[in-house]
């Protein structure tokens, strides 16, 4: 309603303007007006197409196309672009993908990267704000984006020609700083793109498992015929080697068919993982894109040449992008007792950067690791036998590792110490049978007396001036690393009084008293 006043209120100054205006001159207020029109046109589509009024879009995006097309000496080219720009979007959404990749097509041509005045003006309409993305690489962008979508080109073929120039952008300054907003955006696309190709590839694995057969046994025939030709006395000799050349032309057709097939599924992958990488390393817009990163890398656990490249693309991740995933990561820790595979030594680096820069948000999930590899390795020495060690048991043993290592590191040492007792304290209050307790009893039978207070000797009531913070407080996530700060409740100690849930179990209810002064209430479940 008020973009259509707006308009109206334009289009009777411009035309009060134009009854006054000599011959074609045009005055400045009626080319503002036709402008300030034009870009009301503009708005109007948008938000049309974003509502699913597609005719209502075009209509508008139509009328901002013709009223530039009345103006002598347009005051600003940039909103030329976004006329061109709203046009592709509404062709693409009313499903004309052709018109819409070559209208910008064209455009990217006519806007030439060299043109600075160009480029500098066009830096305006990039969405990312950054000015080393120029008109003509967003394009490249989006129309790559499109034509992927809508099959127009090869995969390979838009990798190469819309793609890698636009990320080749960021390529000169990406190792020396931190990255934009606008290069995150780019690889975001860019990983979107690879992840949808290997995603087509993998697809079409069953097919190619069926070519693999077939070329083996075309293999073994191919051999066959070898054998047979060798002997020079065979009446066919000429009609089997017509055979044997038939044969080896097509054996070579498929084995160059698998080769692209595996060719192309590794780089893809490889591919978006890199790009995966650079998107959580360079922008926060898309930190979730960390469970597919994680998901492809866990999927390929297995293959040691994927897990020695991809090396260097975790480790340029900040840490705190992981920390939502810290029990995955934690699950999947193994000791090998052969040689450590690549997955394990990545996995290991990122869990100990995790340890070391977030302690409070994966310590607590090693704890119970460590302590089932006590559980397991009893159990196999109670069993006696030669097998193959469990996995829970090897994934303590690499959680012990972890803490092993961690407590040579001078920072870590009594965060570990303090986290050990605290774990040791929990277990033994959620272990204690509170039917035992003498106190207890008498107070369940009668409300009146005081309530009981935590038994005598349990480790919980010596818990003093911990560097803990409280474990049911909120903990924030803090990119900088930085948890020793006196806005963060530390544990100061428990209150000597405790009360019970109710119900069969009587789960306890402590209360953990923090350094800011709050009462922390606790619920500890019932291990007996």
Not at 14 to 20: C, F, I, N
Not at 259 to 271: I, N, P, Q
Not at 370 to 385: F, I, V
Not at 483 to 490: K, L, V
Request: net charge neutral; proline share 4%.
């Amino acid at each position: 309603m008020v973009m259509s006043v707006r308009i109206a209120m334009l289009r009777g100054l411009r035309r009060a303007e134009e009854r006054t205006q000599f011959a074609d001159h045009q005055s400045d207020l009626y080319r503002q007006a036709s402008y300030l029109e034009s870009s009301c046109h503009v708005l109007l589509s948008e938000k049309a197409r974003l509502a699913g009024s597609l005719q209502m879009s075009l209509n508008s995006i139509s009328a901002a196309e013709n009223l530039m097309k009345e103006i002598d000496d347009v005051p600003d080219a940039v909103l030329q672009v976004q006329i061109e720009q709203e046009l592709a979007q509404v062709l693409w959404k009313k499903e004309e993908h052709v018109l819409a990749i070559r209208n910008l097509a064209r455009q990217a041509e006519s806007m030439p990267d060299g043109d600075e005045r160009k480029a500098s003006m066009l830096a305006q309409l990039v969405c990312y704000n950054d000015s080393d993305l120029t008109h003509t690489h967003r394009n490249g962008l989006l129309q790559g984006n499109w034509s992927s979508e809508a099959r127009l080109l090869d995969p390979v073929q838009i990798r190469e020609r819309y793609f890698e120039p636009a990320t080749a952008v960021f390529s000169v300054a990406r190792d020396l700083t931190s990255g934009t907003q606008a290069e995150g955006e780019v690889c975001y696309l860019y990983a979107m793109f690879a992840d949808r190709q290997f995603l087509a590839l993998e697809a079409q694995q069953p097919d190619f498992l069926r070519l693999e057969s077939r070329f083996a046994r075309r293999q073994s025939d191919l051999n066959e015929l070898s054998r047979r030709l060798k002997n020079s006395q065979d009446p066919a000799h000429q009609q089997l080697k017509t055979s044997e050349y038939e044969s080896e032309r097509v054996l070579e057709q498929e084995r160059v068919k698998l080769e692209e097939y595996r060719t192309s599924k590794d780089a893809f992958l490889r591919l978006a993982i890199r790009q995966l990488s650079f998107v959580l390393k360079t922008c926060d817009r898309h930190d979730d894109t960390v469970h597919r990163l994680c998901a492809l890398w866990f999927a390929h656990a297995a293959d040691d040449k994927l897990n020695k490249a991809v090396a260097e693309d975790l480790q340029r991740i900040p840490s705190a992008k992981f920390t939502f995933l810290s029990h995955q990561l934690a699950a999947r820790l193994s000791r090998q007792s052969t040689t450590a595979s690549a997955f394990q030594s990545n996995l290991k680096a990122v869990v100990h950067r995790l340890c070391l820069d977030h302690p409070f948000h994966i310590l607590y999930q090693l704890y119970p690791l460590r302590q089932g590899a006590s559980s397991a390795l009893s159990t196999t020495k109670a069993r006696r036998t030669s097998q193959e060690p469990s996995a829970q048991l090897t994934r303590g043993l690499a959680a012990e590792d972890m803490h092993s290592q961690l407590r040579k590191v001078p920072k870590m040492q009594q965060i570990l110490q303090d986290l050990d007792l605290a774990c040791e304290s929990y277990v033994e209050w959620a272990s204690y049978d509170i039917k035992t307790h003498d106190a207890y009893k008498k107070w369940a039978k009668n409300k009146k007396l005081p309530t009981p207070t935590l038994p005598d000797g349990l480790k919980l009531r010596a818990l003093r001036n911990m560097r803990l913070p409280v474990s049911t407080c909120h903990l924030q996530l803090d990119p900088t690393c930085q948890y020793d700060q006196p806005s963060i409740p530390m544990i100061q100690k428990y209150a000597k009084e405790f009360r019970t849930a109710g119900g069969v179990n009587l789960p306890k209810i402590s209360d953990c008293i923090g350094s800011d002064g709050v009462r922390y209430k606790q619920l500890v479940g019932s291990l007996s």
